[in-house]
């Protein structure tokens, strides 16, 4: 009679009165595949695409994946084919990235993509590839990172993604979901030199200090992007021949509704203060002369 095997592992199964003094021969093989299962490493050379793995190469426990890629790539367990694994990748680069090694299954069910650096335990049911630890009852996705997977105060600031990082830019612009480093809160409140024209309309999301050499007569329209509760300083400094008026906008809002007086003598500084109670509302106070 035929032998057949067994749908997982791929174990010999003589069939009655095969081997015949020579019984030796399925059992030490089914043992070398018993012992592969158990803790066996197969190790494969990625350098993109995609794979079936054999037999030989699903029959053992572990997987270890390296190579230089220059895109994910996907291994295929067959369909029917169950069992676990352990699977590590330390692939690198050979152009952009990082790219991750993805697990999948001939059954056409759910796939599993294993990040770089990072060792998985995952298991098939001979249509889908899933993680071997239940998420269920906490309803975690599998690719989310968890306090189980990370130990408190590991993430430290290098480790941190720089786009993930706010610059002087992003802080002005009021940019969200960023990790605002205190270089950036103090660059941000450098001052933007602003050039002179008749009327200037600052954007206060390009800065919260502003400063302008005023050569004439200077209108200064309602601002663009004003937060409530950005507050700062508008410098204008009067020119060698001074004489420059100064008008505001009518968002710019005066004690009493009086309008401010401003020194307009040949160099004079004179410093504006402000704070966004609202868009259209912006609370100013003026220093004339203070140089």
Do not use: C
């Amino acid at each position: 009679m035929a032998s057949s095997f067994t749908t997982n592992k791929g174990l010999e199964k003589p069939g009655n009165g095969d081997y015949v003094d020579t019984w030796n021969v399925p059992v030490n093989a089914d043992m070398d595949v018993i012992d592969k299962a158990l803790g066996g490493v197969t190790s494969l050379n990625a350098t993109g695409g995609s794979a079936t793995l054999t037999a030989s190469q699903y029959q053992s426990l572990s997987i270890s994946v390296t190579g230089s890629i220059s895109a994910p790539a996907t291994y295929t367990i067959p369909s029917g084919i169950g069992g676990q694994w352990i699977i590590r990748n330390t692939t690198t680069d050979s152009s952009g990235g990082p790219h991750a090694i993805v697990v999948a299954s001939g059954g056409g069910g759910t796939s599993l993509s294993i990040p770089r650096g990072s060792t998985t335990h995952f298991y098939s049911d001979g249509t889908n590839i899933r993680l071997a630890y239940d998420v269920t009852s906490s309803g975690i996705a599998d690719n989310a990172i968890t306090s189980a997977k990370i130990v408190d105060g590991a993430i430290t600031y290098p480790k941190i993604n720089s786009s993930a990082i706010s610059t002087a830019s992003d802080f002005r612009s009021d940019e969200p979901s960023k990790v605002i480093p205190v270089s950036a809160v103090w660059d941000a409140a450098e001052y933007v030199s602003v050039s002179y024209s008749a009327t200037i309309t600052l954007d206060f999301s390009s800065g919260f200090n502003f400063s302008i050499a005023q050569t004439g007569n200077l209108t200064l329209a309602n601002p663009l992007n004003a937060k409530p509760g950005q507050s700062g300083i508008i410098s204008l400094a009067q020119d060698a021949s001074g004489g420059r008026s100064v008008t505001l906008g009518s968002n710019f809002k005066t004690a009493n509704g009086v309008v401010p007086s401003f020194d307009t003598a040949a160099s004079r500084l004179n410093i504006l203060a402000y704070t966004v109670v609202s868009g259209s509302f912006i609370v100013v106070s003026v220093l004339p002369g203070v140089r």
